[in-house]
Nanobody, 127 residues
Framework: QLHFVESGGGLVQPGGSLRLTCTAS????????VGWFRQAPGKGRDEVSC????????????DYADSVKGRFTISRDNTKNTVSLQMDSLTPEEAAGYYC????????????????WGQGIQITVSS
């Protein structure tokens, strides 16, 4: 049985940090590009960050939306079958539902190509 679950969300003050983790079971994330997306009420689901799948000697290319470069860091833990997103210096405008999506053997994270979605987790940034 396949499961893909986000954890680590919640309430944080402006300027604070959160670490989101996506945990897979029933399939191996090494074979998937994994992206973090966010969706605010009434808006579309936008890519925040993506880590490429592991192939050859690649450790996984990482991409970030311009708005989060230098503040967010995506990483894999192959032993735990997880992908995490460290988010620093959060702003109230970044409050949204955050979703992880896995795309098999992909070089980029496109929402319409996602094979597996997590259920989503809410981030609230407020004082």
């Amino acid at each position: 049985q396949l499961h893909f679950v986000e954890s680590g969300g919640g309430l944080v003050q402006p300027g604070g940090s959160l670490r989101l983790t996506c945990t897979a079971s029933g399939f191996t994330l090494d074979d998937y590009a994994v992206g973090w997306f966010r969706q605010a009420p009434g808006k579309g689901r936008d890519e925040v960050s993506c880590i490429n799948y592991i192939h050859g000697n690649s450790v996984g290319k990482k991409d970030y939306a311009d708005s989060v470069k230098g503040r967010f860091t995506i990483s894999r833990d192959n032993t735990k079958n997880t992908v995490s997103l460290q988010m620093d210096s959060l702003t109230p405008e970044e409050a949204a539902g955050y979703y992880c999506g896995a795309i098999r053997r992909a070089a980029a994270c496109v929402a319409t190509d996602v094979n597996y979605w997590g259920q989503g987790i809410q981030i609230t940034v407020s004082s």
